[in-house]
RNA sequence: UGCCUCGUGGUGUAACGGUAGCACUAGAGACUCUGAAUCUCUCUGUCUAGGUUCGAAUCCUAGCGAGGCAGCCA
């Protein structure tokens, strides 16, 4: 199952495959359209995925177009971080399928006005002066405004000095003339145009009317000869709006149509664009690329890769029953792709002395590890082997459960790619905790050595105290302690306490040019990645994901 | 309340009138110089009730349940 050559089906993918057996349109041309206001998150990766997967099954196109036509809400800066996460998805995948990069939906403000011009000529639109409440309140009535029959000519007269900005804030608006009594309130004369005397981040000040989502979402499809325009079930209730916009305008064809499936939601997380700027707001998180967020930026820098995200896209699937996908499947994700590809290295989280009392003091010894079982051609590396040495503080347990087969008093285990060694003595700081293990080694258990077939039922990770580098470590547990954290009451209520942990680790030297490109896995913890926070002098680690662990489930028994 | 949409194991999905399958999760075992990976096995499902049909997860009707919309947000 490779992101890469498989075809995915569903409804949507199943329409425009008939669509193209039927010869309807000359080629397929699909749209992201994020409004920048935010950053984007692993539910628009999914819809990313999606578009612009269409976009190269199909040998199409797909604009990502800003939705941007309101400036109150919207800047500039967030454009650059929509389009570094786009790019950071799909390039190398669909990036020859991009059509433009990005547009703007505030480039046709100009023909956006010339249509809806047209649609009052029409007798189908007009300007009203009611004021906002009595707009909504009339049409949660289903009653008619008294400025409904207003003249064709008046409407134009006024919607052009509602544009030459001779009225306030709040005091027009521009109404499409539908039905007041339609069932869908969508239909009940929805407005077109609002009055905000604003500067906008690309038209500035030359507006001071801007058209709504529904006028300017279709206009823009239409302008980019889009064919099929994907979007979220929510909109699904604004279609009828959708098709009666271009039927009212009489357009020819080809015409765009819309098709809506279900949002992503994940357990464990929250998605909403809300919920994600107040975390960080009040501060829960570290920003918006904290590694604990499932914005795209976080994931990025927590390790994940795009080609994992695509992969977990596929497997999520497209549909429109509003389904929560289990965390668990993301991890294992990740788990599946990075098994395969990460270079493994020793690295010792929580670091315990070990002192080999009959290992001699000078002596050391370069010992051969593998780099990637799970790929020969990755080759061997060296690791320094001496007296002293680290291993992991959760390998050592002086009164170990029953099924606990790592290191105890008196017992042996196996150092990985070493020899086998004996716990001996324990001793312990005033304070009664463990700081040193006095071992024996077998000097005849050495891997790949004569009698190095001698079974024991442990094997730990290690480093050598004296060649060990130092780093930090950041581990990451998931941000809240149950599955839907906005299910019920205040979200932030049940953020983990102990979603960040940091420690000072010790590792092989062959870590020491690790690359940020590259994953790792440090054996028998995780996989993990290079933060951007390393300097020279200090390394700093993200873990992406954890091992799988059927001993911690044992161990909770 | 009105309108729209959707109901397949614990979770996510497939089956387009013809053997309910796959993946995740969970559990059991094999193997193991990663308690990983790999391999084997197991548990658990068509919301309910009618109808059409030789045959229904699929088509029809009703009910029940869930989600969405009712901004001069997108």
Request: aromatic residues 10%.
């Given at each position: 199952m490779t992101d890469e050559t498989e075809r995915p089906s569903d409804f949507i993918r199943d329409i425009i495959a008939e669509d193209v057996r039927a010869g309807k349109y000359k080629q397929i041309r699909t749209r992201f359209p994020p409004e920048p206001n935010g950053y984007l998150h692993i539910g628009h990766a999914k819809s990313i995925c999606l578009n612009f997967g269409i976009a190269r099954e199909f040998d199409g196109i797909c604009n990502v177009r800003?939705?941007?036509?309101n400036p109150t809400k919207e800047e500039a800066e967030y454009v650059q971080s929509i389009m570094t996460d786009v790019h950071w998805l799909i390039?190398?995948?669909?990036?020859?399928?991009?059509?433009?990069?990005?547009?703007?939906?505030?480039?046709y403000f100009d023909r956006f006005y010339e249509y809806a011009v047209d649609l009052i000529r029409k007798g189908k639109a007009y300007v009203d002066d009611m004021s906002r409440e009595d707009t909504d309140e009339y049409r949660r009535l289903g009653k008619a405004s008294?400025?409904?029959?207003?003249?064709v000519i008046e409407s134009l007269d006024l919607f052009a000095r509602m544009k030459a900005g001779e009225f306030p804030d709040g005091t027009r608006t521009l109404r499409a003339k539908?039905?007041?009594?339609?069932?869908?309130?969508?239909?009940?004369?929805?407005?077109l145009y609002r009055i905000r005397h604003a500067s906008h981040?690309?038209?500035?000040?030359?507006?001071?009317i801007y058209p709504m989502y529904d006028w300017a979402h279709t206009l823009s499809d239409y302008i980019e000869g889009i064919t099929h325009s994907v979007c979220t079930l929510e909109f699904e209730v604004h279609r009828p709006l959708y098709d009666w916009i271009l039927d009212a305008l009489e357009l020819p064809d080809p015409r765009p149509h819309q098709y809506e499936f279900a949002r992503l939601n994940l357990t464990c997380s929250v998605i909403s664009k809300r919920k994600l700027i107040q975390l960080v707001n009040e501060k829960l998180?570290?920003?918006?690329?904290?590694?604990?967020?499932?914005?795209i930026s976080g994931l990025r820098r927590r390790g994940v890769t795009p080609s994992a995200l695509r992969t977990f896209a596929y497997n999520i699937g497209i549909t429109k029953y509003p389904s929560m996908t289990d965390m668990a499947l993301l991890e294992h994700t990740m788990r599946d792709e990075f098994n395969r590809v990460a270079t493994r290295r020793l690295a010792v989280l929580r670091p315990i002395k070990v002192v080999l009392?009959?290992?001699?003091?000078e002596k050391t010894e370069e010992l051969d590890a593998i780099n990637n079982p799970e790929e020969p051609k990755a080759g061997t590396r060296k690791i320094p082997f001496g007296r002293e040495l680290y291993i992991e503080r959760?390998?050592?347990?002086?009164?170990?459960?029953?099924k606990f087969f790592r290191l105890r008093p008196g017992g042996e285990v196996r150092l990985k790619y070493a020899y086998i060694i004996k716990c001996d003595e324990v001793v312990k700081d005033a304070g009664g905790n463990v700081i040193e293990l006095r071992c024996t080694v077998d000097?005849?258990?050495?891997?790949?050595?004569?009698?190095?077939?001698?079974?024991?039922k442990g094997t730990i990770h290690w480093v050598s105290a004296a060649r060990a580098i130092d780093a930090k470590v950041r581990l990451y547990d998931r941000?809240?302690?149950?599955?839907?954290?906005?299910?019920?009451?205040?979200?932030?209520?049940?953020?983990?306490?102990?979603?960040l942990e940091v420690v000072n680790a010790k590792c092989e030297p062959?870590?020491?040019?690790?690359?940020?490109?590259k994953r790792y896995q440090f054996e028998r913890l995780g996989y993990f990645a290079v933060d951007l926070d390393t300097t020279r002098e200090n390394q700093v680690w993200n873990r992406t994901v954890t091992l799988r662990d059927t001993w911690a489930k044992e161990a909770k028994r």
């Amino acid at each position: 199952m490779t992101d890469e050559t498989e075809r995915p089906s569903d409804f949507i993918r199943d329409i425009i495959a008939e669509d193209v057996r039927a010869g309807k349109y000359k080629q397929i041309r699909t749209r992201f359209p994020p409004e920048p206001n935010g950053y984007l998150h692993i539910g628009h990766a999914k819809s990313i995925c999606l578009n612009f997967g269409i976009a190269r099954e199909f040998d199409g196109i797909c604009n990502v177009r800003m939705d941007d036509t309101n400036p109150t809400k919207e800047e500039a800066e967030y454009v650059q971080s929509i389009m570094t996460d786009v790019h950071w998805l799909i390039d190398g995948w669909a990036d020859k399928h991009v059509g433009g990069a990005p547009l703007y939906a505030s480039d046709y403000f100009d023909r956006f006005y010339e249509y809806a011009v047209d649609l009052i000529r029409k007798g189908k639109a007009y300007v009203d002066d009611m004021s906002r409440e009595d707009t909504d309140e009339y049409r949660r009535l289903g009653k008619a405004s008294s400025f409904r029959e207003r003249s064709v000519i008046e409407s134009l007269d006024l919607f052009a000095r509602m544009k030459a900005g001779e009225f306030p804030d709040g005091t027009r608006t521009l109404r499409a003339k539908i039905d007041m009594n339609a069932a869908n309130v969508w239909l009940r004369d929805p407005v077109l145009y609002r009055i905000r005397h604003a500067s906008h981040h690309r038209t500035g000040d030359k507006w001071c009317i801007y058209p709504m989502y529904d006028w300017a979402h279709t206009l823009s499809d239409y302008i980019e000869g889009i064919t099929h325009s994907v979007c979220t079930l929510e909109f699904e209730v604004h279609r009828p709006l959708y098709d009666w916009i271009l039927d009212a305008l009489e357009l020819p064809d080809p015409r765009p149509h819309q098709y809506e499936f279900a949002r992503l939601n994940l357990t464990c997380s929250v998605i909403s664009k809300r919920k994600l700027i107040q975390l960080v707001n009040e501060k829960l998180v570290k920003g918006w690329d904290d590694p604990r967020l499932v914005t795209i930026s976080g994931l990025r820098r927590r390790g994940v890769t795009p080609s994992a995200l695509r992969t977990f896209a596929y497997n999520i699937g497209i549909t429109k029953y509003p389904s929560m996908t289990d965390m668990a499947l993301l991890e294992h994700t990740m788990r599946d792709e990075f098994n395969r590809v990460a270079t493994r290295r020793l690295a010792v989280l929580r670091p315990i002395k070990v002192v080999l009392t009959n290992y001699p003091e000078e002596k050391t010894e370069e010992l051969d590890a593998i780099n990637n079982p799970e790929e020969p051609k990755a080759g061997t590396r060296k690791i320094p082997f001496g007296r002293e040495l680290y291993i992991e503080r959760d390998d050592f347990m002086e009164t170990p459960p029953p099924k606990f087969f790592r290191l105890r008093p008196g017992g042996e285990v196996r150092l990985k790619y070493a020899y086998i060694i004996k716990c001996d003595e324990v001793v312990k700081d005033a304070g009664g905790n463990v700081i040193e293990l006095r071992c024996t080694v077998d000097l005849d258990s050495k891997s790949g050595g004569p009698t190095a077939g001698r079974k024991v039922k442990g094997t730990i990770h290690w480093v050598s105290a004296a060649r060990a580098i130092d780093a930090k470590v950041r581990l990451y547990d998931r941000l809240f302690t149950v599955p839907e954290p906005d299910a019920a009451g205040d979200f932030k209520s049940f953020v983990n306490p102990d979603s960040l942990e940091v420690v000072n680790a010790k590792c092989e030297p062959a870590l020491t040019d690790a690359r940020p490109e590259k994953r790792y896995q440090f054996e028998r913890l995780g996989y993990f990645a290079v933060d951007l926070d390393t300097t020279r002098e200090n390394q700093v680690w993200n873990r992406t994901v954890t091992l799988r662990d059927t001993w911690a489930k044992e161990a909770k028994r």
